[in-house]
């Protein structure tokens, strides 16, 4: 979890001259509420502590990723925009924004946060996220250009993509064999299906057993 940023305040009391420090009492509570496995208690200690806490971005974070954990996709979407409106910059909240627009199916507003969050942190990963969302929304010249830079960096040949199986399980495959996948769906959508084909063997010889290239080979003249 995020480390939340509190700031003491203190309260009068009519019979001492005694302070409470509610944000250190309402961070306590948060923790009890996580070591507990209490999720209700634990969200709302983090609506009390966005009342009390001077640094509300970090407690904006602490409340996306709750959200986000617990795939309540609308409100992940709206707390990390009210985040944004108070950090533009925040790549978690539009991580979080992105990834939740994407699970409710609204790609072109996962595409339009994980191109702002490529533009600030310059990641393959993310790279890659906006290469397929423009192949899937048919905005082929974009991922193809995409694409491109991915294909000029040498990380790619370290850094692995996730893919689900038939079995539900997951697939770790090397990112230049999903990158040459989806190069092969493009193709596929262009009409080139000897192109496309050849792709989807490339892909398999750099990450055999590859279920989604072989799926895609399988269906290429469908």
């Given amino acids: 979890m995020v480390l939340l940023g509190l700031s003491k305040v203190t309260m009068a009391q009519s019979d001492s001259t005694k302070s409470v420090d509610l944000g250190g ?5 948060y923790h009890l509420a996580n070591q507990f496995n209490d999720p209700t208690m634990a969200r709302m200690a983090l609506y009390h502590l966005l009342m009390f806490s001077n640094e509300k971005s970090k407690v904006l974070d602490s409340m996306a990723i709750y959200y986000f954990d617990y795939q309540q996709w609308t409100s992940a979407i709206l707390v990390s925009k009210e985040n944004l409106k108070l950090n533009s910059d925040n790549e978690l ?9 994407e699970n409710m199916g609204i790609k072109d507003q996962s595409l339009e946060n994980f191109e702002k969050l490529f533009l600030k942190n310059d990641n393959s990963n993310t790279l890659y996220k906006v290469a397929f ?7 082929l010249k974009e ?6 830079i991915l294909l000029q960096r040498s990380e790619i040949n370290s850094l ?7 079995d539900k399980s997951q697939q770790e495959v090397s990112m230049k064999a999903a990158v040459t996948n989806l190069k092969g769906l493009i193709a596929k959508e262009e009409g080139n299906i000897p192109k496309a084909k050849e ?3 490339e892909a398999l010889k750099l990450a055999p057993g590859f279920e989604i290239a072989q799926a895609n080979l399988r269906d290429a003249d469908k």
């Fill in 93 to 101: 909240a539009l991580e979080i924004a992105a990834l939740s627009f």
């Fill in 143 to 148: 991922s193809k250009a995409s694409i491109a």
């Fill in 25 to 29: 009492m309402y961070v306590g509570i």
């Fill in 199 to 201: 792709l989807f063997l």
């Fill in 160 to 166: 692995t993509v996730i893919f689900p199986k038939a």
């Fill in 133 to 139: 969302l423009q192949y899937d929304l048919k905005r």
